[in-house]
């Protein structure tokens, strides 16, 4: 994932020839600053600064040499404002290069080192520093964290290599300390020469170099690309413009003294970003497109241990290189311009912006209808499908029909296809719809279990067909799914039972009462007579007992104390007999209680 990438300046690059500035001693510390490019230089350690010492704070400690310095190079530089403050050293992936950084004012009492680092280079890495790797490299064990500084700190570098190889290396200074303050992070006041700092550039560039001295009678312009000094020839202005990487030399010659003066112009390489491909695909929610994916694109045949590629949603925040993209960027629907900007590892300042390509992430249809329909049976058919439809999708039914919705009237299967359309790609969905068909709900019957005389009984609504479509409710309380209903009292009662599709709703009445299944007319006290309990809260209630050929046996009221077993005073024999229940509804009506079970046995 690339982070949020803050403005690098660089001030080194791999020197392309032999010549490069070496500085063994930590007295005579190479002075750097703002604009300042240090290019790969160390041969050998010259005086040992740690005086014979066998370790010196984190650095590595001493080698068969006797010295804890190798290959060595000092630099020192001042800070010129506060800030967050970091550097990179480049070097080739082959080689183990080491620092140790002190903050100091005095070279002979360095004191404790502030950051160092001295891992031996097995990962094959091409940077290592203060700060943030410029690869993205989260997890690497070759930075140091950033260094918080104030104005007028003085600090010394030392740049070491441990490797039997030795190409150089670059130094680039990094951090939010040159956002706030681009010209005068560094304090350059240390740096004492008539060219100025060395500088850093980028090809194509044309440097002037200014050597105007008062007095001057003439000056003469050297170059040295790696085979010492040669004289310039033609070159005897003040100025003088170069375009490729070489240490230069002015000697002003004026009536009073001659002036030597150096200084070193490098130039990198620009990158070129290759076109990039637009990309159309379908959108999904939570969608991460991986930006990544597109350097092999705009890098071609360049490196990617030499460039970096960075994608940005303006093009000025990529001509600027800032606030660049997540690499595992969430992408919304619809189209954006992605900008590109191929930086140079060595010289942030040299970069390619001219690239950019387009996201087109295509809105996949969503379908919101129910996966389930039920076609009321009183009503015979139902529309199913997307009743909000997107009017820039065309819809597709399994059975051919191309509207979002339709009406059927048969159960089954139907399947509807939402396709989106844009930049010559399609996205679509698709989704299946079961119907079913829900019948008027009916109670076939309704049990009422009775033990004994119980003035709590349970009710039990039986219907016909499928109960799992129905729900049920005694009276005036809650639907429920379960048809049994328990503690219910004796009397006049309604159930309901309505579909949970809404197909319909019955009401009936019922009525609750308690009565012996069988009862023992024998002498012995127990179960003498028949009777219902629960009468009383009936209107106007009569019982009427039949034998089993229809015989008109015994009629009681609420009043009656039950039946004894016996027609005009003479006993009947042990058998079954049938009884009904009548009373006066809520409208005055003489009904008949349903559901009753309406036989009980005497057993003599």
Not at 221 to 236: C, K, P, V
Request: proline fraction near 4%; aromatic fraction near 12%; charge should be negative.
């Amino acid at each position: 994932m690339l982070k949020l990438v803050t403005r690098t300046l660089i001030f080194c690059l791999f020197w392309q020839f032999s010549h490069a500035q070496v500085e063994q001693d930590c007295v005579n510390a190479i002075p750097i600053c703002s604009n300042t490019p240090i290019n790969g230089g160390a041969d050998g350690y010259g005086i040992d600064d740690f005086n014979g010492a066998f370790s010196n704070g984190c650095f590595e400690r001493q080698l068969s040499s006797g010295v804890i310095e190798s290959n060595s190079a000092w630099y020192h530089f001042r800070t010129g404002a506060s800030g967050q403050l970091g550097f990179n050293i480049g070097h080739s992936s082959d080689e183990d290069w080491d620092f140790v950084l002190y903050r100091a004012s005095d070279c002979g009492n360095l004191g404790e080192p502030v950051r160092c680092n001295f891992w031996d280079n097995s990962d094959a890495k091409s940077f290592l520093g203060v700060g943030e790797d410029p690869t993205g490299d989260m997890n690497t064990i070759y930075y140091e964290d950033w260094l918080e500084v104030s104005p007028g700190e003085d600090y010394y570098l030392l740049i070491n290599n441990f490797s039997n190889l030795n190409s150089g290396f670059s130094i680039q200074f990094t951090g939010n300390i040159w956002v706030t303050n681009p010209t005068d992070a560094l304090d350059c006041s240390i740096v004492d020469n008539l060219l100025g700092a060395p500088i850093a550039a980028c090809e194509g560039e044309t440097i002037t170099l200014d050597a105007t001295s008062t007095g001057a009678l003439s000056y003469e312009w050297y170059s040295d690309t790696g085979n010492g000094f040669q004289l310039i020839s033609g070159a005897t202005a003040a100025s003088y413009s170069v375009t490729t990487s070489a240490q230069y030399r002015v000697v002003v010659t004026t009536a009073m003294e001659t002036i030597v003066s150096d200084v070193q112009v490098g130039f990198n390489p620009v990158p070129v970003t290759e076109s990039l491909v637009d990309e159309v695909f379908c959108h999904v929610p939570d969608m991460i497109f991986d930006l990544e994916e597109k350097n092999i694109e705009a890098l071609g045949a360049q490196s990617p241990d030499d460039f970096v590629v960075s994608y940005h949603a303006t093009q000025t925040n990529a001509n600027l290189g800032i606030y660049p993209l997540l690499k595992q960027y969430p992408k919304g629907p619809g189209q954006e311009t992605i900008y590109v900007r191929t930086t140079s590892l060595l010289n942030p300042d040299c970069f390619d912006a001219s690239q950019s390509f387009v996201l087109d992430a295509i809105e996949t249809p969503e379908l919101t209808f129910s996966e389930e329909a039920v076609i009321c049976e009183s009503i015979g058919y139902i529309e199913i499908g997307e009743t909000l439809p997107n009017p820039m999708y065309t819809y597709q039914w399994s059975t051919g029909q191309q509207t979002p919705t339709i009406t059927v009237t048969e159960p089954g299967e139907y399947t509807l296809t939402a396709t989106n359309s844009s930049s010559g790609s399609s996205c679509e969905t698709s989704k299946t719809i079961v119907v079913g068909i829900s019948t008027l709900p009916n109670i076939a019957d309704v049990n009422v279990d009775v033990q004994d005389l119980r003035t709590n009984n349970i009710v039990t609504i039986i219907t016909e067909g499928n109960t799992t479509n129905f729900e049920y409710r005694l009276d005036d309380g809650a639907y429920q799914t379960n048809n049994v209903f328990e503690g219910v009292t004796p009397g006049n009662h309604k159930v309901y039972l309505r579909d949970i599709n809404g197909c319909g709703e019955i009401v009936d009445d019922i009525v609750v009462v308690g009565f012996l299944s069988t009862f023992s007319p024998n002498g012995d006290v127990l179960n003498e007579t028949w009777r219902i309990e629960g009468l009383s809260e009936l209107s106007s209630p009569i019982v009427t007992i039949y034998d089993r050929y229809g015989k008109l046996i015994k009629q009681m009221t609420e009043f009656d104390a039950g039946w004894d077993g016996s027609f005009n005073g003479k006993p009947l024999p042990s058998t079954d007999y049938w009884f009904k229940l009548s009373y006066v509804d809520e409208n005055g009506i003489r009904v008949n209680a349903k559901y009753l079970q309406s036989h009980f046995s005497l057993v003599r």
